[in-house]
């Protein structure tokens, strides 16, 4: 069965402060892995990583993917109040399956 | 400005009543996704549709829940009869599969209460 875990579920940190999110997943015949942060309402998309090693980059967010390890990593640098969200991660298989993690819930506190 | 539209944003009914929710994916997408989400469970996947083909059900209870999509520019899901466990936000998504890779773009979702 596929699996996406999630960690930490819940972290609280202060403006200016780096974290680091982690998505690890079990899916079979795996394609691509997407990033989403998810405020008030829908869900909306941050990246998606189809090779391992490369960063995608957008602002202080950046994210990388280890296939081989079946993990990825979402990373925010000098953190600010509206980073706070649900962070998820979707792996998704050659047929195009998207199925989500638990998600990260991030608080920034000023 | 391209969106997926779900309507109605917020429904409210009693146990036994049937819910019908819409979606209007983006034009030119062709994969839809039927997602629910709950505070415990996150949000799971219920359904999805390539060119309006189901192509897995499997996260649906069967008994009282239907997905379908009778055109390219609308997908529904419908529960008969309503229960309150299924009190959630149901989600759409659209997507473009090209070749093996799919992104997904969120409707503004459908808050479901069932008294």
């Known amino acids: 069965e596929d699996k996406v875990v999630q960690s930490p579920l819940s972290l609280v940190v202060h403006e200016g402060d780096t974290v680091t999110l982690n998505c690890s997943y079990e899916?079979?015949?795996?394609?691509?892995l997407l990033w989403y942060k998810q405020e008030k309402k829908a869900p909306t998309f941050l990246f998606m990583l189809t090779s391992s090693g490369i960063e995608k980059k957008s602002g202080r967010l950046s994210s990388i993917l280890d296939k081989k390890e079946l993990f990825s990593i979402l990373n925010i640098t000098a953190t600010q109040t509206g980073d706070s969200a649900i962070y998820l991660c979707a792996p998704t298989s050659n047929t195009g399956k998207l199925i989500f993690g638990q998600g990260t819930t991030l608080q920034v506190k000023p | 400005d391209a969106r997926v539209t779900q309507t109605p944003r917020d429904k409210v009914t009693e146990m036994g009543q049937e819910v019908t929710m819409r979606c209007q994916p983006i034009?030119?997408?062709?994969?839809v996704f039927w997602y629910r989400q709950t505070m415990m469970q996150g949000l799971e996947l219920l359904a999805y549709f390539r060119n309006r083909a189901p192509l897995d059900d499997s996260g649906m209870p069967k008994d009282r829940f239907s997905a379908e999509m009778p055109d390219a520019t609308l997908a529904t899901l419908k529960i008969q009869p309503s229960e309150p466990r299924d009190s959630a936000v149901y989600f759409c998504?659209?997507?473009?599969?090209?070749?093996?890779?799919?992104?997904?773009?969120f409707g503004q979702g459908t808050r479901l209460t069932v008294v």
């Open positions: 034009l030119g997408h062709n994969t």
């Open positions: 899916v079979t015949n795996f394609r691509s």
């Open positions: 998504a659209s997507g473009l599969k090209e070749g093996s890779y799919t992104e997904a773009f």
